[in-house]
């Protein structure tokens, strides 16, 4: 019986040496942030620069979010829920007194769930789809004469699709992500940092 235990434990520790645990970029625990930016045209959008009375002034989308693990595995992936926000602002106006007659802003509220195959994540790779679900909200302002007229102005619209995300991990919790949507009412494409606060390991 002695031999039997001692064999077991020699065979355990020589498989764990030859079979280390395996470090995934995402599975049970793990949540990543991440800030990017959509409207990539917008960067360089020279219309700013341009001697206009009214010149045209866009701002690219800020793009925050979460993806955290609810599921630790199912069917062979894991399952992530976080919420997902993109936001842009537009004004048009003088650039000497820097007084705007009209501006508007456009933002993005919704959730994504996310399905993570496990065979397209490794410890620095995380390749996943996803669901977003959510509304746009636009508000439109105007001035005359530097006095505030309409401000109040609301339009409320749904905001649905699927999404493919690629993480690439350059640092154990630090990396690139780079997100393609296709849908009504949000993002084509987006790109950006990802934070990761806890990692996973299997065997």
């Given amino acids: 019986m002695k031999l039997i235990v001692v064999f077991l434990l020699l065979f355990t ?16 625990g793990a949540v990543v942030m991440y800030a990017g930016s959509a409207g990539i045209s917008r960067h360089f959008d020279l219309s700013k620069l341009q001697s206009q009375n009214k010149p045209f002034i866009n701002s690219p989308s800020l793009v925050l979010g979460a993806d955290i693990c ?4 199912a069917s062979n992936a894991y399952l992530g829920i976080g919420p997902f926000l993109s936001t842009n602002m537009a004004a048009t106006g003088s650039l000497k007194n820097r007084s705007y007659n009209y501006g508007w802003s456009d933002v993005l509220l919704a959730v994504r769930g996310t399905h993570h195959c496990t065979l397209f994540v490794t410890e620095k790779l995380d390749v996943c789809t996803g669901f977003i679900l959510g509304t746009r909200v636009k508000h ?22 699927i999404s493919v995300t690629l993480k690439y991990y350059v640092q154990p919790n630090v990396g690139f992500y780079i997100d393609s949507g296709v849908g009504y009412g949000i993002d084509k494409v987006n790109v950006g940092l990802c934070y990761r606060f806890k990692t996973k390991s299997n065997i």
């Avoid at 520790?13 to 049970?28: L, R, V, W």
């Fill in 13 to 28: 520790g020589i498989n764990a040496q030859i079979n280390p645990a395996k470090t995934e970029s995402f599975g049970k």
């Fill in 140 to 161: 439109f302002s105007y001035d005359l004469n530097n006095e505030s007229k309409a401000s109040g102005n609301y339009n409320f619209a749904p905001a649905f699709g």
């Fill in 70 to 73: 609810f599921n630790s595995k």
